[in-house]
């Protein structure tokens, strides 16, 4: 099933919610200055345009602080790459995640420490994936 555009999000958007995932929240003058230092107005719109988008795609939402508001991600980091790598697998791979995994591997080399956490996460899943009962 095809994504809409709507679930996801663009490489600016991506940009504003990167500033979020690190500072944890952030006014749209400390985006603006994360993003562009140095920058004008015309920079301080477009954060407010492109936070305005984010909260209407429920990527982002906003608490009044003192005279001034605060904004949070609602999507973490974590989440968004699971939903754009399912999004390509959909559409690349008709909804498989190995062809995917298996050639994100083949393109960039594992380091050894990463060979162990791989195939830790993956005895962790084939435990979990057994049928209750079944003993191997």
Not at 97 to 104: D, E, R
Request: proline content about 4%; glycine content about 10%; charged content about 30%.
């Amino acid at each position: 099933m095809a994504r809409r555009a709507a679930d996801d999000v663009t490489d600016t958007e991506l940009a504003i919610l990167q500033v979020l995932w690190e500072r944890g929240d952030a006014t749209r003058r400390q985006i603006t200055d994360a993003l562009y230092p140095g920058g004008g107005e015309a920079h301080y719109a477009t954060v407010q345009n492109l936070l305005g988008r984010l909260e209407r795609k429920g990527f982002v939402r906003h608490e009044r602080g003192e005279n001034v508001l605060v904004f949070t991600a609602t999507v973490g980091r974590d989440e968004l790459i699971r939903r754009r790598l399912q999004g390509l697998a959909d559409q690349l791979c008709g909804g498989a995640l190995a062809p995917l995994v298996m050639n994100l591997v083949r393109s960039q080399p594992l380091t050894p420490a990463e060979v162990d956490e791989l195939s830790a996460f993956l005895r962790e899943q084939r435990r979990r994936s057994k049928p209750s009962g079944h003993r191997g």
